[in-house]
């Protein structure tokens, strides 16, 4: 089975869960994804962190993480704001990607945090965070979703791996 359709069946057996509870699905290629769900509705999900691991990915060259972020973030116009790459740490061999521009609240900002690393297994991670004007520091913010957008997410995020990376 693929990804997308493993995660589709582990929703389905989530639908009315109102717990923390952490999924995990893999293919053949040694795809991982990992993702922390705080409550499972039937059509849609909250979530704390999607992780993707990529082994193919790990001690890549940093110019398959930049071109990894450029694809992420042109393909991925569906959240609530667009992304883009925000940092480029060659020697850390890591890529911040961040909301372009961050959701402005009457009291700060909502923002997509997205790390790619060639380190420890090849690793993208999606949160979302809150920061308060005039507090420093930031705050963990829950994901929602529809399962459709995750699914696509899913589908996006393995759609742009670059391949032949050395």
Not at 12 to 23: A, D, E, R, W
Not at 30 to 49: N, P, Q, W
Not at 65 to 85: D, F, H, M, V
Not at 92 to 106: D, K
Request: proline share 6%; hydrophobic share 35%; charged share 20%.
């Amino acid at each position: 089975m693929s990804l997308s359709k493993d995660l589709q069946l582990e929703l389905s057996k989530l639908i009315g869960n109102q717990s923390p509870s952490s999924v995990s699905v893999s293919d053949t290629s040694g795809l991982t994804m990992r993702i922390d769900f705080t409550a499972v509705e039937s059509m849609s999900c909250s979530l704390t962190e999607i992780q993707l691991f990529v082994p193919a990915l790990q001690n890549a060259a940093f110019d398959a993480l930049r071109k990894w972020a450029e694809q992420l973030s042109q393909r991925i116009t569906y959240l609530l704001e667009n992304i883009g790459p925000l940092e480029l740490d060659p020697d850390a061999g890591e890529v911040l990607i961040r909301s372009t521009p961050p959701s402005q609240l009457p009291d700060g900002t909502q923002y997509f945090e997205i790390i790619l690393s060639s380190k420890s297994a090849g690793t993208f991670s999606l949160k979302r965070y809150r920061s308060i004007k005039g507090q420093s520091g930031r705050d963990p913010v829950e994901i929602t979703v529809t399962h459709e957008v995750l699914i696509k997410l899913t589908d996006d995020l393995i759609a742009t791996i670059p391949t032949g990376t050395p």
